[in-house]
């Protein structure tokens, strides 16, 4: 008895800093009682800035159909705003629980009747029936309206607690509706009279209503459009950074995804920051692997490393529980995150293959798109993507299969099947193709240096068609785009290289936009037009600015092979060749390459037919299609040039030599240098056949 009499007065004792019960007070539709002079203004931030001095934290109570007021004309006023005393507390209903015994709680105030707390309805005062509003489900709400204006409209005839439900409500409508009728909707909704009184009813009730209730209510405003620089979800953003103790496990996914959603300002990044604390202390209480993802993928690419592998940590031990969602999921999330874990990617990975069939469109982006934002090659996965494609192709439409492409090409990925199927539904069908397609197949396909032995000429040929239909207002930007694939591709069809040689738009194209990359494409352009096979070899040419020098990179340990092979004096490093091409090596030979000649010797050979020129190229991983010896289109292009220029090409691969011992290394160079076979042309497809 004495802990409740004491638990009694302590509550009493709060109560008596919230609301005096002789003080004249105001009452609005919600039940929420404040002082007179709290709300008298209606400008919402003077209500929010009033609103936060009285409710005292941590007391923050509600008292919903828990008050019997007497007005000065002894009447009862159940709507609108009214002046009334508070006399006494018939029910108190309270969202953070007090310490009341519920079953027995009297208070008596100047001889009143003490009115014992029941949950039983047939034990109320018929007037507190009268005056208590009726509580409303979002999910009922959602059912019975059909537009947005329909729940504000419930709300201006009876306004509820807590109001959460209405921003439920009105997402949830939202995500059935079409992009335009959302669109219509979200204007009808903000020029609504009862929004504005909807949006004060939120900030007033946001420190009072459950936590998770506050989410839900940022989350649906958020989704809403609402914007977020507004006096709403800044007030919003503030109470969940104050009560982010509160947070559990719902509560963490519902946070990650809102944070996920908003641009960065200075509430969000404190919100995140605390959440990232959060995480740190409980990351090993979280039970559920959609939660784990959603908190991964907030958290951000600058989180401390130590979390990122804590978290790491975590998803691993959660490997056995993960769903075939969960890993489809996990490359997008480490992608967020920015951070690489090779096991989770391969483990992932094994599941994503093994349930490959049915995987939808936007799941194989996702994951081809963070692969490349983690820079993460599994060419096991790339291919059994591509073979499902492959498989299916004729279930998919072109633009599809067209964006998967272009996701291959940026990870240096070359699947020779899917890209001979493509080539011939452009040859086929090449009305699918807009202005920015024939651009991106033109780019993917010189990129990585593909051709097709029976439809190659074809597929030029109708690529060049379609550029050709857009001519007339395609950017001088995207001209030189396609030019420069043709040229990487040694095709050169008229019109399009005809008006991408116009004066002014060669003028446009140096003045405007990125200019370096256009001056190297100018530049590229003109050296094709010069040494390739081509009708403009005497076209008076325009001038362009120098390109900017590229520092040379030292191959040390294969210029100590070479010297320990041929000698000093046999070899030149660093050549800088007209065109702008730059070789690592140069060597002189006879012409049946079975001797090296010192070049002291070759410059007193006054005929070049006496000897051969070999360019030794050491190229970078990067340089061929990945885990294949097919050399992408700038090198295909450099090898075809400096063909042209009268050199034998042999290509050094950087990253097998670093593994090699010297002696390995000597026997390697010795193999190509003296080798009779001719490397095979670099334009042309030989893996491909009819």
């Known amino acids: 008895m004495n802990n409740r009499a004491s638990s009694f007065l302590w509550n009493l004792r709060q109560f008596s800093t919230l609301i005096p019960t002789s003080r004249t007070v105001r009452l609005y539709p919600l039940g929420f009682c404040g002082p007179k002079h709290v709300y008298s203004d209606r400008n919402p931030r003077n209500l929010l800035s009033n609103f936060d001095n009285r409710m005292q934290a941590p007391v923050r109570y509600l008292f919903q159909d828990a008050l019997i007021f007497k007005s000065r004309d002894d009447d009862f006023q159940t709507k609108g705003v009214s002046t009334v005393t508070v006399l006494a507390f018939c029910r108190l209903f309270c969202r953070r629980r007090l310490s009341f015994d519920l079953e027995h709680s009297p208070v008596s105030d100047n001889g009143l009747k003490k009115t014992e707390l029941h949950h039983d309805a047939s034990n109320e005062d018929v007037l507190t029936k009268e005056t208590k509003p009726t509580p409303i489900n979002f999910r009922k709400l959602s059912q019975e309206c059909n537009s947005l204006s329909d729940v504000l409209d419930a709300f201006s005839k009876a306004p509820t607690f807590p109001s959460s439900n209405y921003f439920s409500a009105m997402w949830t409508i939202a995500k059935r509706m079409s992009d335009d009728q959302k669109c219509f909707e979200k204007q009808l909704m903000f020029n609504h009279p009862a929004f504005t009184q909807l949006c004060e009813h939120m900030m007033r009730e946001a420190k009072i209503m459950y936590y998770d209730d506050v989410l839900f209510s940022l989350h649906a405003i958020v989704k809403l459009g609402i914007p977020q620089n507004t006096l709403l979800v800044q007030t919003l953003l503030r109470v969940v950074q104050e009560r982010i103790n509160e947070c559990d496990e719902k509560c963490l996914s519902v946070l990650s995804t809102i944070l996920e959603a908003m641009e960065p300002c200075k509430n969000v990044d404190v919100l995140r920051e605390g959440l990232r604390i959060l995480v740190d202390q409980q990351i090993w209480k979280i039970e559920r692997v959609f939660t784990l993802q959603a908190v991964m993928k907030c958290i951000g690419k600058d989180a401390p490393i130590a979390l990122k ?226 009708s403009y070899h005497k076209a008076t040419l325009f001038a362009l600015p120098p390109l900017p020098s590229t520092p040379s990179r030292p191959h040390a340990k294969v210029a100590e092979a070479l010297r320990s092979l041929l000698g000093e004096g046999c070899f030149s490093e660093n050549v800088q060749l007209p065109h702008n091409y730059h070789i690592d090596f140069e060597i002189r030979m006879d012409t049946n390459r079975s001797q090296v000649l010192p070049l002291s010797d070759v410059d007193a050979v006054t005929s070049a037919t006496d000897s051969q020129r070999v360019a030794v190229l050491c190229v970078p991983r990067s340089a061929y299609c990945l885990d294949s010896n097919h050399p992408r289109g700038f090198l295909a292009m450099k090898m075809r040039h400096l063909k042209v220029m009268g050199f034998y090409v042999i290509l050094v691969k950087n990253w097998e030599m670093e593994k090699l011992r010297m002696e390995d290394t000597v026997t390697v160079l010795k193999s190509e240098i003296y080798s009779t076979e001719d490397l095979p042309s670099a334009d042309v497809n030989f893996q491909s056949t009819c």
């Open 309 to 534: 592998r804590k978290m790491e940590m975590k998803a691993l031990r959660e490997l056995d529980r993960f769903s075939v969602l969960n890993s489809q999921r996990m490359f997008e999330v480490l992608a967020a995150m920015n951070h690489r874990s090779i096991i989770l990617l391969n483990e992932c990975s094994k599941k994503v293959l093994g349930n490959i069939h049915g995987c939808p469109f936007r799941i194989l982006m996702s994951i081809l798109q963070s692969c490349k934002d983690l820079r993460y090659h599994n060419l096991d996965l790339f291919k059994g993507i591509a073979d499902y494609v492959t498989t299916t192709f004729d279930t998919w439409k072109s633009k599809q299969v067209l964006f998967l492409l272009i996701l291959f090409e940026n990870l240096g990925f070359r699947h020779t099947h899917l890209m001979d199927l493509f080539m011939k539904k452009v040859v086929d069908e090449p009305d699918f193709l807009n202005m920015q397609s024939v651009i991106s197949v033109l780019h993917v396909y010189a990129s990585l240096n593909h051709t097709y032995r029976c439809l190659t000429q074809e597929f030029l040929d109708a690529m060049a068609s379609a550029l050709t239909a857009y001519l007339h207002h395609i950017s001088s930007e995207n001209l030189l785009n396609a030019v420069y694939s043709f040229c990487l591709m040694n095709h050169f069809p008229l019109a399009p290289v005809n008006q991408l040689l116009q004066k002014d738009i060669v003028n446009e194209l140096l003045t405007s936009g990125d200019v370096e990359r256009n001056v190297r494409k100018l530049h590229i352009l003109t050296t094709c037009l010069q040494l390739d096979d081509t």
